[in-house]
């Protein structure tokens, strides 16, 4: 069965830098486009773009256009969200989600950003 | 971009009601809207895609309608388990969501 499996929670400090992974199974990794939605505490969703799994191309929406990068190792059927330079208002739930209409979802990253 | 407003943004029903939640698009989104149900604690579900298509597994008590820019989500007999928050989401352009919907039992 398809499943997304994303890497664990992070800790960290204002200024630093991490790398969130998300593992594909089940399916074709190159047959869908990764997404990554943003969630903060007790908010909604916010979409965050996408990488063509065939490319690698990014696409980012204008809030994540900055610090943020989708990446790829194809190989290893694996996506990757890195957020440099991190804020407290970074401080959020990270989801990636894959298949037509998005219907497959990692269980999400928990990320908290904290002097 | 698009905005999406969904409204209730609370709910409180009884089991075994018919529910219905309301999401419109600020423009004409050519019935590219999904929904999601995604309960506390959980990753976001797909239960409808491109308004009135359910998604495998999804129980035939969830249906969607709509077209332009009004769309709807029904639950048609309300059980414990559909208590979540329901977003709606279209992709007809730069995709976008809605706020939400918390559905709560009364």
């Known amino acids: 069965q398809i499943q997304l499996v994303q890497s664990g929670p992070e800790l960290k400090k204002p200024g630093e830098s991490l790398k969130i992974s998300c593992k594909a199974s089940g399916y074709t990794f190159t047959d869908y486009a990764m997404q990554w939605v943003k969630q903060a505490p007790g908010k909604g969703l916010q979409y965050m773009g996408w990488?063509?799994?065939?490319?690698?191309?990014?696409t980012y929406a204008d809030d994540f256009k900055e610090r943020f990068v989708f990446s790829l190792e194809t190989s290893a059927s694996t996506a990757y969200l890195q957020i440099n330079n991190l804020k407290n208002e970074d401080t959020a739930t990270y989801f990636c989600?894959?298949?037509?209409?998005?219907?497959?979802w990692g269980q999400g990253t928990l990320v908290t950003v904290s002097s | 971009d698009i905005q999406m407003t969904q409204s209730p943004s609370v709910l409180s029903a009884s089991v075994g009601d018919r529910v219905t939640l309301n999401c419109k698009a600020s423009q004409n989104i050519n019935k590219y809207l999904n929904w999601y149900q995604q309960k506390l604690g959980e990753a976001p579900k797909l239960l409808i895609y491109?308004?009135?298509n359910l998604q495998t597994g999804i129980p035939s008590r969830f249906s969607g309608s709509g077209s332009g820019t009004d769309y709807t989500l029904t639950i048609s007999s309300l059980q414990p388990e559909d208590v979540a928050t329901y977003f709606c989401?279209?992709?007809?352009?730069?995709?976008?969501f809605g706020a939400g919907t918390k559905l709560e039992l009364k």
């Open positions: 989600a894959s298949a037509r209409g998005m219907a497959y």
């Open positions: 491109n308004t009135n």
């Open positions: 989401f279209q992709h007809n352009s730069w995709p976008t």
């Open positions: 990488i063509n799994t065939q490319t690698g191309k990014p």
